[in-house]
Structure formats: C-alpha cells, structure tokens
C-alpha cells in the first residue's frame, strides 16, 4: 500500500537560516509526489509536483524539492527561511484514480 | 492558478440538525472534486471521490448516509452533514482537479464545523 513518512513533526529554524523538510514515500510505480503547505485554520497550497523528468522541482515561495528515487525521498529545501513561512507542510503521493496520500504532517517554527 | 472555495467558512450547529458545506472551483471546471476531513493536529483523511453527474465513491469506514454529497454541476459539489452530532466536529476540506492536470489537486480553504 502507498505511504508517506514525514519523520519530523516539528521543526524549528532561525530566519534566514536554510531548511531542509524530509519526506519519504512507499508506492510501487513511479510516484507522482506533492508538497503542500497548510497556515493554520486554512486549506492547503500547492508549493510544488514532481511528476517526471528533470528531478529537482522548482516551486512557488523559493521552495525545491529533489526527487532521489534510490532513497524514495523528496525532501523540501529552501535556502533562506522568512518568518512568514511557518506553517505546516504536508508531503503527498498520488495515487490511483488521482487520490493522494498524505503524510503526517511537519511543523514549521520559524525564530526570530 | 486555478481558485477552489468554499462556503461557509465556519459553521456552528444543535446536535441532530444537518450541515450543508459547498466546494466551488471559481475560474476552472472541476472533473472530479475531493473530500476531505481533518481532526486537529493531524492529517488529512479522504473521505470520497465525486464526478459531475455520478455518485461520489466513498472511503471505507466512511458512512455514505452520513456524508451526504452531491455533484451536480462541474462547478459545485456539495457536503451534507446529516444528523449531526459532536464527534463530527471537524475541519473539512474540499479539492478539485482541473481538467487536463488530472493529477494535481487545488485545495479550498475548509470549513469548521462545530456541533454542539
């Protein structure tokens, strides 16, 4: 059955300090893979997909994401943090009939 | 990109009364919209899948005389809570595929809802 990891629950950064958010997956075919961010009390923007090709995916708000199919990872990076990226950050495979799996969830703090 | 609502916002109801939430995709039509429900500090949890015109397909455990939905449009689909009581107190979230990036989902803003 697909599945996604996201092994840290929390996460807190200095701003302007770089960040990396990890995010592993469990699907037997060629994953389509999503990172979505959620503020709270709101619904969830897409930052960025990765469906094939070039494996690092440039998304909105200065985010990346490099797909490494040996790891089955697709972790989240972004080289400088700003206070208004705290947030929840939710890692997600697709799957048949374009359903997605979500990860647990990551929380960003982002210190002053 | 393209714009998912939903309405209303928040919503506060008498235990055994019933919730309609709407999910709109406002500059795109929709060919298959999503249902969502979120507890607090957790992930999302697919509740059903619904095509214009077509029955929504639920998920397992998901009770369909419960969850009510209806999508009668490519533009509209529809959650009604029936009776409802307080352990369906939640946040509900509704997303859309836009013809053509079948694969991407763009989420609404959600809906509270509180039953008391």
């Known amino acids: 059955a697909q599945s996604v990891t996201q092994p840290d629950i929390h996460i807190t950064v200095s701003e302007g300090a770089s960040l990396e958010l990890r995010c592993n997956y469990s699907y037997g075919a060629t994953p389509y893979l999503f990172w979505y961010v959620q503020s709270p ?8 997909k990765y469906f094939s090709g070039d494996t690092l995916v440039q998304g909105i708000k200065g985010f990346e994401a490099e797909f490494k199919r040996s790891q089955s990872s697709f972790n989240l990076r972004k080289p400088s943090v700003h206070w208004s990226d705290a947030a929840e950050y939710f890692c997600a ?20 | 990109g393209a ?6 916002s928040w919503v506060i109801c008498k235990s055994g ?4 939430i709407e999910c709109r995709s406002l ?8 249902w969502y429900r979120q507890f607090p500090k957790q992930s999302l949890m697919l509740m059903a899948t619904s095509n214009e015109g077509s029955k929504a397909t639920y998920e397992q455990g998901v009770e369909k005389d419960k969850f009510l939905i209806n999508h009668a449009s490519l533009t509209l689909s529809t959650l009604t809570v029936t009776s409802a009581h307080p352990e369906d107190s939640s946040f509900y979230i509704c ?7 079948a ?14």
């Open chain 2, 17 to 20: 009364t019933s919730v309609k």
């Open chain 2, 27 to 34: 500059d795109f039509q929709a060919t298959t919209m999503f």
């Open chain 1, 41 to 48: 009390g709101q619904g969830l923007q897409l930052l960025l």
């Open chain 2, 3 to 8: 714009v998912v609502s939903q309405h209303p």
């Open chain 1, 93 to 112: 495979v697709g799957t048949y009939g374009n359903k997605l799996v979500f990860g647990a969830g990551t929380i960003l703090r982002v210190k002053s």
């Open chain 2, 95 to 101: 997303s859309a595929n836009v013809a053509g990036e």
């Open chain 2, 103 to 116: 694969d991407t989902q763009y989420f609404g803003p959600g809906t509270r809802l509180t039953v008391l």
